[in-house]
C-alpha cells in the first residue's frame, strides 16, 4: 500500500472514531427532537455531567470500570426521564422557541452545577484500552477509537432493534409521529416521551465516557453539541440514518480539513458546513419523506 | 390592565400617550442626568455598561421579539461593530464617520446573515446565527493584522467633535445620548408601518403574507436593522472596555442578549431594558451577594452560570411574558385595585401543538 493512500486512510480511520460520537449525540437529539419536538440544547451538558459522573465514580468510588459505566449510563437516564416528566412538561404547548430557551437553562445550571461540584480543573480516568494499537497493514488505529467505532455500532444497533423490533419501540414511533392518535390507540405517550428522553440521556452517558479519555473530563465537553447539530443538519434534520450518516461525514470533513486546508479550518468546518448546509440545501443529506417547514 | 382606546391612527404612533407618561419619563432622564455627579465612579461605570447592554438588548428585541427571528449569535454584530470601529479609528477616521461605518459593515453582515432567514426560520435560523458567531470568534482570533488576534488590541479614546469623551462622566453621558436616541428610533419605527409588518410576520407569516406584506423583504430589513442597533452597541463596548480580545465575544454574550431579550418580555422595547438591566446588574450583585452566602456556596466557581440558567428557567416555566408581563400585572393589579382578580391572566389549557409541518 501506497504512503499517499495509507495516510488518507489513516485520517479517514481517525475522522470515523471522532464523526462517531458526533454521530450518536446527534442520534440522542433527534429522539428527543421527534419525540416531543424540543430540541435540546442541554444535551451536550448531560454528556459532560455524565464524564465527570464516570470519573467520580471511577477514580474516586474506586468502581471497576465496568460498574461504573453501566451506573453512570442509569444514573443519566435518569436524570433524562426526569427532566422530561417534571420539567419539559410544563412547557408542552408553547412555542419551540420556549423549549430552546429552556434546555439552554438547564444546559447553564447542570454547567454550573458540575463546576461548583468538580471545580474547573480538567482531569482523566484510566481506561482498559490506555496506550495500546492495533496495526492494520500500514494504518496504525488506538484501540480507543475501535472501542469508539464498536460502541457506537453496538448502540445504534441495540437503538434500531428497539424500535424496529418491539412492541414499545413501534410505540415509541408511533407517538413521535402524532401524539394525538397515538394516545388515541391506548399508548402512554407522556411515558413513552419521558422514556425517550432516558434513553437520549443514556446515550449522552456513553458519548460523555468515550469522549472524556480523549479531549479530557472537562467543563468544555458539552462543545460537542455543536458541532453534533452540524451533523444533524447536513445529515437531514429529524431523520436517524441521517443522524449517523451526518456525524460520520462531519467527523472525516474535519479530520481532512485539519490536514488540507489552512490552519484553523479545522476548528470551524463543521460551522461552515452547518451554515452552507441550510443556505443552500436545506433538506439535507436524508430528508423526511413528508414536506417540512425549515 | 389598560387598554389602549384608540380615536386615531395616529394613536398608536405618538411617544407619550398620556400625561402621567411625560411626567414619569422626564424625571427618569432627570435622574439619570443626575447620577453621574451623586454615585461613586464605580456605580458610574456600571451604569455605562447597563446602557450599552441595553442598547444591545434592544437590537436583538427588533429581531426575536419583534420579527420572531431567533438569532443565538448575536454577539458576532457586537464583536463586528466593536473591531471596525477600533480599526476605522486606529486609520484616524472621525469618531462619527468610523462609528457609522462600523454599524453599516454589521447592519451589511446583517443582510447577508438574513438572506438565509427568507428560506430557514426557527430553530434553523437559530443554529445557523449559532455557527455564523462561533465563526466569526475564530477570525477574530485569526486575522490578526486587522483584530490583533488572541493578544488583542487596544482602542482609541473617543473624539467627538474636538471633544474627549473617554472620561468617566462625558462617556457616560455620549451613551445615554446614544441609548435615547435609539429608542426613539427604534419606538418610531415600531409603531408605524414597518413595525407592523415585523409584528405580522412573528405572529403569522401567512397572513401577513396574505395582507401583501412582503415577508422576505421585511425578514431581512429586521436582520439589518437589529444588526446596526447591535453594531452600535459594539461601538460603544469598545470604548468601555479599552482593550479587545475575541474571548469577550463569545456564546457567553450571545447567550447573555438572549436571556436580556426572554427575561424582559419579548415585544416590547421597555422589557429590553428591564432585561439588560438585571442580566447586566447579576454579576455585580451576586459578588456583593457573596460576603453573606456560606462559604461552602460562595467560593464556588460556576455559582453565576447556574443562577443565570436557574433565572431563565423559572421566567420560561412559570412567567414565558418576561418582567414586563409581570410589570403590567403588577400595574393592573394598583389601577383596579379591589377588583382584581387573579384569574384575569391565567393561561388556558394548553396542547402540544407541532410545528414540524406547519
Known sequence: MDGQLAHILQLAMNGAAIGSIYALVALGLVMTYKATEVLNFAHGDLLMASAFIGWGL????????????????????????????????IIVGQPQFAGVMLTIALAYMIRGGVSMAFGPTSRTYPTPWDGQTTRIESIVITDLNLVIVAAALIVTALLFAFLKGTAIGTAVQAASQNHLAAYLCGIKVKTLNSLVWAIAGGIAAVCGLLLAPIALVDIGLWFVVLKALAALVLGGFGSMPGAIIGGLTIGIIEQFAGVYLPDGFKDVMAYLVLIAVLVIWPRGLLAEAHGRRV | MRFHYDTSYLDQTRLLRYPRDKLVYASLLLVLAIVPFILPRYYVG??????????????LMVLTGFTGQVSLGHSAFIAIGAYAHTWLMTLGVPFAVSALGACSLAALIGLCIGLPAIRVSGLYLAMVTLAFSIVVEHVLGRWSSVTGGHSGVSVPSPMVFGLNMGGLVPFYFLCLAVLTLTILMLHNLLADRTGRAFIGIRDSEAAAAGLGIWTAGYKVLAFIVSAFVTGLAGVLLAHKLQYLTPEGFGLILSMELVLMVVIGGLGSLRGAIFGAVLIGLLPTAISKLKPILPSAVSGQFGLETFLFGAILALFVLFEPGGINARWMKFKALLQTFPLYRKDTFRRGRSYMRSERYR
Not at chain 1, 61 to 70: K, Q
Not at chain 2, 47 to 58: D, P
Open chain 1, 58 to 89: 471511577i477514580t474516586v468510588a474506586g468502581m471497576p470500570f465496568w460498574a461504573a459505566i453501566l451506573l453512570t449510563v442509569a444514573i443519566t437516564a435518569a436524570v433524562g426521564y426526569l427532566l422530561d416528566a417534571y420539567v419539559l412538561r
Open chain 2, 46 to 59: 456600571e451604569i455605562t455598561y447597563l446602557f450599552i447592554m441595553s442598547i444591545a438588548s434592544l437590537g
